[in-house]
């Protein structure tokens, strides 16, 4: 069972800048597809970004591309997103989730935290 623990939610204004981050809890994180989702209140949960195991590949929902940068530390079991120029659009609750190969799609993902508030002020 792999256990995921996000943080670095906040209050932020439009504008502004946030990064989040996500611990694993599992030896094999370092062979994962992490990924960060989304969900606004009365929305679906949606995708923002993931990364394939080394870094590699990456992807993004084309709402955050050029906004958001995913990364990942497999010495520190660690996967970030950064977050630029936000806006209130991003309010959101932000889960990161591993899995193992897949990459849009939440379905794809085995393994989801428990998510990490983030409002944006205009």
């Known amino acids: 069972q792999v256990q995921l623990v996000e943080s670095g939610g906040g209050l932020k204004q439009a504008g502004d800048s946030l990064r989040l981050s996500c611990v694993a809890s599992d030896h094999t994180f370092s062979s994962r597809t992490m990924g960060w989702f989304r969900q606004a209140p009365g929305k679906e949960r949606a995708f923002v970004a993931s990364?394939?195991?080394?870094?590699?590949?990456?992807y993004y929902a084309d709402s955050v591309k050029g906004r958001f940068t995913i990364a990942r530390d497999n010495a520190r079991n660690t996967v970030y997103l950064k977050m630029n120029s936000l806006q209130p659009e991003d309010t959101a609750v932000y889960f990161c989730a591993a899995g193992c190969g897949g990459s849009v799609y939440d379905y794809e993902y085995d393994y989801w935290g428990q998510g990490t508030q983030v409002t944006v002020s205009s």
């Open positions: 990364i394939n195991w080394n870094g590699g590949n990456t």
